[in-house]
T-cell receptor, first 115, second 114 residues
Framework: KAGVTQTPRYLIKTRGQQVTLSCSPI?????VSWYQQTPGQGLQFLFE???????NKGNFPGRFSGRQFSNSRSEMNVSTLELGDSALYLC??????????????FGPGTRLTVL | GDSVTQMEGPVTLSEEAFLTINCTYT??????LFWYVQYPGEGLQLLLK?????DKGSNKGFEATYRKETTSFHLEKGSVQVSDSAVYFC?????????????FGTGTQLKVEL
């Protein structure tokens, strides 16, 4: 089975621009979660989508948004980029069962650099 | 809220040495516990997991036992290799129904030398 894929792998943007990142989950997985990884803050949860609905949200400003399509693929968007948004953005997919045993599998990440 | 505490790194070991990376957690209810590994320039790979107290997760020679009484999930390996050099993350999953959120520790960098 193919793993989680993320595109693009690398992005360079300037402050004020917006960016869209894409994630394709493992076949059969219905939940997609997004995380931000930075040296200072570590791994932080952004949001989770299940059946095209946001089911859970972390503590990030409204500039960070996402969506999920009927084939479970997901996109996240960051508007009005700031220097502090430079990070590795990781997508994870899972079956989406509603209990703590659900296991998330991660993609390789998108490295975003904001200049 | 939920939290995970990991030992500080980097941890430097000689090949074939014994490895322990400590992980303790704070959570309500009965979380599942995970170890993920991140190699340079890559995403996270699931290393092992345990979903209930006293469960032992194991994979590729690594082991960890879910200890509810000490709220711990320490990672161990009997004989490390240079190829084990990576950053290791302990994590727990949300315990409320429908909350598919992982809470991570800060990560522990492991360096294995010849």
């Amino acid at each position: 089975k193919a793993g989680v894929t993320q595109t693009p792998r690398y992005l360079i943007k300037t402050r004020g621009q917006q960016v869209t990142l894409s994630c394709s989950p493992i076949s059969g997985h219905r939940s997609v979660s997004w995380y931000q990884q930075t040296p200072g803050q570590g791994l932080q949860f952004l949001f989770e989508y299940f059946s095209e609905t946001q089911r859970n949200k972390g503590n990030f400003p409204g500039r960070f948004s996402g969506r999920q399509f009927s084939n479970s693929r997901s996109e996240m968007n960051v508007s009005t980029l700031e220097l502090g948004d430079s990070a590795l953005y990781l997508c994870a997919s899972s079956l989406g069962v509603a209990d703590s045993t659900d296991t998330q599998y991660f993609g390789p990440g998108t490295r975003l650099t904001v200049l | 809220g939920d939290s995970v505490t990991q030992m500080e790194g980097p941890v430097t070991l000689s090949e074939e040495a014994f490895l322990t990376i400590n992980c303790t957690y704070t959570a309500t209810g009965y979380p599942s516990l995970f170890w993920y590994v991140q190699y340079p320039g890559e995403g996270l790979q699931l290393l092992l997991k345990a979903t209930k107290a006293d469960d032992k997760g194991s994979n590729k020679g690594f082991e960890a036992t879910y200890r509810k009484e000490t709220t711990s999930f320490h990672l161990e390996k009997g004989s490390v290799q240079v190829s084990d050099s990576a950053v290791y993350f302990c994590a727990l999953s949300g315990v409320r129904g429908g909350e598919n959120k992982l809470t991570f520790g800060t990560g522990t960098q492991l360096k294995v030398e010849l």
